[in-house]
């Protein structure tokens, strides 16, 4: 496959784990019932940890059954093990403080901010990698982040008494573009399975201790609890950064989080099917300008990822 159709394919990727990833807060919407925001994501961490291990597990016996040389056989450098544990806490944090943000805030808004993600990525980039991005790249990102904020300034206008929510959806913002940076690095050496596999069991031991200090119900206690958590780690975890870390060996994280920017399209639409969540012109206005500001960057030259901005190999 050539570079071209990579691309291509990263992309098409990248924007299906979007679609997935679009789920996820109204899993854990649904899931408030029954569980607290991080008894929710350590569950859909656990779960991802099996489904990645078993994944990882039947590659490892598919190779010995075909007399294949198992495709990654090295130790573990301590920049990689850095990296790997990095990767898991950055993730966690990160769904930590959107779950936290949900609880004080409505969907919109908090998805809104979390995915102001490009500009703490764009920051990462140039500063640790020397990575430019041609005009092009810049005037997209910025009438897509423009949108981004459009299509809810109504409620951002009104919501006076939900800054606690906005504060964690930014700081999760922050932990994003962190996450999406060391994953950047870790695809020059790691598949997508092997990299999820230890994202998801380093965020399931990091949120644990929360859970045990805060003494609050870990496991669902009906069937829909169990279905809502399960459906959260297939679609959102598996498939859903699955296929976000699967286009990063194509893809800049920051192209990555910018089209991270159509989530709060698809949340908002789903809000507005499931909750009833109103959708206004500017909505719709801004709908628009984020699949416009997302064609102008993802159409540009910096859409490769560079290979002198990554991890080396060696």
Known sequence: MNESNKTTMAIASLFVGVVALSFGSIFIRWSESELS???????????????????????AIRQRLSGDKPVQQHSYTSQELLLLLGAGTFFAATLAFVAWSLTQTSVAISTILHNLTPIFTSLGAWLLFGQGFNRQFVIGMVVAIGGAIGIEIQQIQIAT????????????????????????????????????????????????????????RVLPSSLNGWLFVIFLALICQVLGQGLLTYSVASLSSVVVSLVHLLEPVFSS??????????????????????????????????????????????
């Open 161 to 216: 008494g939900e800054v606690t929510g906005g504060i964690a959806a930014i700081v999760s913002a922050v932990f994003m573009g962190a996450y999406l940076l060391v994953v950047e690095q870790l695809r020059t050496k790691f598949d997508p399975i092997t990299i999820q596999l230890w994202v998801c069991a380093i965020a399931t031991i990091s949120i644990l201790p929360m859970l045990v200090f805060a003494q609050e």
């Open 37 to 59: 925001p991080n008894a929710t994501i350590f569950n859909r961490f656990w779960i991802g940890s099996m489904v990645f291990g078993l994944w990882q597990g039947y590659k």
């Open 269 to 314: 639409i789903l809000a507005w099917a499931l909750f009833w969540e109103k959708l206004s012109f500017s909505n719709w206005v801004g709908f628009a300008l984020v699949l416009i500001g997302l064609y102008l960057a993802v159409s540009s030259q910096a859409v490769v990822n560079l290979p002198q901005n990554r991890l080396e190999s060696g």
